[in-house]
């Protein structure tokens, strides 16, 4: 399609992607299964924004379910948000487990969804007061 200038990328549900990619995690990754409260609208998203973000939420179920969610956490929770206001899309997930900000801030999984941001022309922020918050905005 590049070479022939036709560079409109095909749309996917982005609700259909991301709540696959939660409940691949949970059963696969989860001892003790999390409670997902998901929300997100039916959104047409091109293909690669779409895969950008799935790669995003896949690094943060991931973290919750490996390093977050400990034995101690009787009722180990996670929230994923997506809504699209003014031209933005946002994205919000949190989980109730015990987050290091210093491990955050120095680990891997970050730089990698620092990039990926990047290449959304994203911003996020991360707050460990109560439990793990990030949020995403990017254009739509």
């Given at each position: 399609?590049?070479?022939?200038?036709?560079?409109?990328?095909?749309?996917?549900?982005i609700?259909?992607?991301?709540?696959?990619?939660?409940a691949?995690n949970?059963?696969?990754?989860?001892?003790?299964?999390?409670?997902?409260a998901i929300s997100?609208?039916?959104?047409?998203?091109?293909?690669?924004?779409?895969?950008?973000?799935?790669?995003?939420?896949?690094?943060?179920?991931?973290?919750?379910?490996?390093?977050?969610?400990?034995?101690q956490n009787?009722k180990?929770?996670?929230?994923?948000?997506?809504?699209?206001?003014n031209?933005?899309?946002?994205?919000?997930?949190?989980?109730n487990?015990?987050?290091d900000?210093?491990?955050?801030?120095?680990?891997?999984?970050?730089?990698?969804?620092?990039?990926?941001?990047k290449?959304?022309?994203?911003?996020?922020?991360?707050?460990?007061?109560?439990?793990?918050?990030?949020?995403?905005?990017?254009?739509?």
């Amino acid at each position: 399609k590049r070479l022939s200038g036709d560079t409109e990328l095909p749309k996917v549900n982005i609700k259909d992607v991301l709540e696959e990619v939660v409940a691949n995690n949970r059963y696969s990754l989860a001892e003790t299964k999390a409670d997902c409260a998901i929300s997100i609208p039916d959104t047409e998203l091109d293909s690669y924004k779409a895969s950008i973000l799935a790669l995003i939420v896949n690094e943060l179920t991931v973290n919750s379910f490996k390093h977050a969610f400990s034995p101690q956490n009787q009722k180990p929770a996670l929230s994923l948000d997506v809504s699209c206001e003014n031209g933005s899309l946002n994205l919000r997930y949190a989980d109730n487990g015990h987050a290091d900000s210093d491990r955050i801030s120095k680990g891997e999984g970050l730089n990698l969804i620092d990039g990926l941001a990047k290449q959304l022309r994203g911003s996020y922020q991360i707050n460990t007061a109560s439990g793990f918050e990030f949020k995403l905005k990017i254009p739509c």
